[in-house]
């Protein structure tokens, strides 16, 4: 009787714009009540010694955990630190919505909105947004990472467009300082999908905006098809790292495969509404895969899931590692929001300091073992990582790899660097082929999302785009305006 009082009580306040009631499948899979009440003040007795407490800043807002199909996390609300203006906005992110923006916060200075509704899509955009930013400037050492045009004291931010236009993608744009998500109906029916309400897709598309300003020189269509593939690699495991960073779904993760990270489930699946609508089965990639680089073409999505998958397996071999040493003393969830927070900022550190331009797989692998052994981590991490990217023809591999293969691997042993006692702790492998078409050839961009589509990432030069800064439309057209000019002259 008390929750029907409190749905009952609680339903009218959720209608949608014009006071529409929301109903359809997706929202039955998500029970109201969605109120936040104001956290209680408790008010005890004087004490002669007041206790100092920081100011509490920040809303809280309402976001998809995942996306609308998975019903085990839903929608939930997270706190984000710091301060956020009617937008929203913060000093790195702004949000745009034609007739919807600026979202107004909530007398407790939140953002809590029905979900589907334009302000909930704005909302929940901007913090899916501002934590993938927030995650990697830990990484960071807690400074600030600047977008690619943030140079000569430029602080301008990056405008986020939940709904941006009616489109199967999403992209983040320089010349525009832009992420734009678009929505679309698929075929055969007429219920919108909203590549926004994607956590895997707003973080993936984050995701170049944080390695554009890394690494500006990437994006351009001259490097290897590998850099291209390690740009979208970079996206879909932003999403997987964004995720087992967030306590609940590490915890939803572990109870629902039994803490196998090659199990099933909604970590390794990318993308599972969009994947659904375009007829597939299990998202749009899957980053639980065995694939090799002769298994795959050129094609950067396509190529992009070898280096994904590889850095997956390390995530689960560590992960196993580490609950074998440590699992008397800690839960299997807090083992693995601490093993994806390390795998993840080894990750940051070598594309950092990867080259600046025609980076390769093998650039980032030998970064990770360097980094790896001169911060300290066991032998065993090292060789987690030679093994899963020799397996998967990046590397050679400098020891045979049956134990992995056989399943006979001592996960106890931290000293462990493979076949054989007598093996060393080897921290620079080679490329496994140099003739190899992946490092080669002419990226295919045909299948990627829509950032590496956009003409500014595909004409503008590699050099133009290494410099940073600003682009403009001119540097798209600089080749045929400089024709002019001649023709004019």
């Known amino acids: 009787m008390i929750i029907q009082e409190v749905r009952e009580k609680t339903i009218p306040e959720y209608r949608g714009v014009a006071g529409a009631a929301v109903a359809d499948s997706t929202m039955q899979l998500l029970q109201p009540p969605f109120t936040m009440e104001a956290a209680p003040i408790m008010r005890a007795l004087p004490t002669p010694t007041p206790i100092p407490l920081p100011p509490i800043v920040g809303p809280r807002i309402l976001i998809y955990k995942q996306d609308p199909t998975i019903a085990e996390l839903g929608v939930r609300g997270i706190f984000i630190p710091g301060v956020v203006l009617n937008g929203p ?16 916060r909530n007398i407790n200075g939140d953002f809590i909105f029905v979900p589907n509704s334009p302000e909930f899509d704005c909302a929940h955009t901007y913090a899916v947004v501002r934590e993938t930013l927030t ?26 467009f939940p709904r941006a236009a009616v489109g199967a993608n ?4 320089r010349t525009a300082k832009a992420l734009k998500f678009l929505f679309f109906a698929p075929t055969g029916s007429t219920q919108q999908v909203f590549t926004c309400r994607s956590l895997d897709i707003v973080s993936h598309e984050t995701g170049h905006a944080i390695l554009d300003g890394l690494k500006p020189g990437w994006l351009g269509a001259e490097n290897p098809p590998q850099t291209g593939g ?17 306590p609940d779904q590490a ?20 993308a599972e509404q969009f994947g659904q609508a375009l007829g597939l089965p299990f998202g749009l990639r899957n980053a639980d895969n065995d694939l090799k680089l002769s298994e795959v073409s050129n094609e950067v999505h396509a190529i992009s899931q070898v280096f994904t998958g590889g850095i997956y397996d390390v995530l689960a071999d560590i992960y196993a ?9 800690k839960s299997p969830t ?20 990867a080259p600046a331009s025609a980076a390769t797989y093998t650039d980032v692998v030998n970064q990770m073992l360097q980094i790896s052994a001169a911060q300290g981590d066991p032998n065993i991490y090292r060789t987690f990582i030679r093994n899963r990217f020799a397996f998967r023809e990046v590397v050679t591999s400098p020891t045979p790899f049956t134990e992995m293969l056989s399943g006979e691997m001592d996960l106890m042993n931290a000293d462990y660097t493979g076949d054989g006692k007598t093996a060393k702790d080897i921290t620079k492998v080679k490329v496994a082929d140099e003739t190899s078409a992946s490092l080669r050839a002419v990226q295919d961009r045909s299948m990627c999302c829509g950032t590496m589509q956009l003409p500014e990432f595909r004409v503008i030069d590699t050099a133009k785009l290494t410099a940073e800064g600003d682009l403009t439309n001119d540097d798209i057209l600089a080749t045929e305006l400089s024709a002019l000019k001649k023709a004019f002259k």
Not at 137 to 147: A, D, I, T, V
Not at 170 to 173: E, G, H, I, N, P
Request: charged share 20%.
């Open 135 to 160: 995650m990697y400037e830990r990484h960071n050492g807690g400074s600030p990472l600047r977008f690619a045009w943030n140079t000569g004291g430029n602080i301008e931010r990056i405008t986020v």
């Open 334 to 353: 807090v083992i693995l929001m601490e093993v994806a927070d390390k795998l993840c900022k080894l990750l940051f550190d070598a594309i950092v300091k």
């Open 230 to 246: 390690l740009h979208e690699s970079f996206g879909d495991l932003t999403a997987i790292f964004l995720a087992l960073s967030q």
């Open 251 to 270: 915890e939803a993760l572990v109870a629902l495969t039994k803490a196998n990270l090659h199990a099933k489930s909604f970590l390794s699946s990318l």
């Open 321 to 329: 590692h580490e609950r074998t040493k440590q699992g008397a003393l």
């Open 170 to 173: 999403a992209f983040y744009s």
């Open 89 to 104: 906005t913060d000093a790195r992110i702004t949000t745009s919505l034609p007739g919807t923006t600026p979202v107004a």
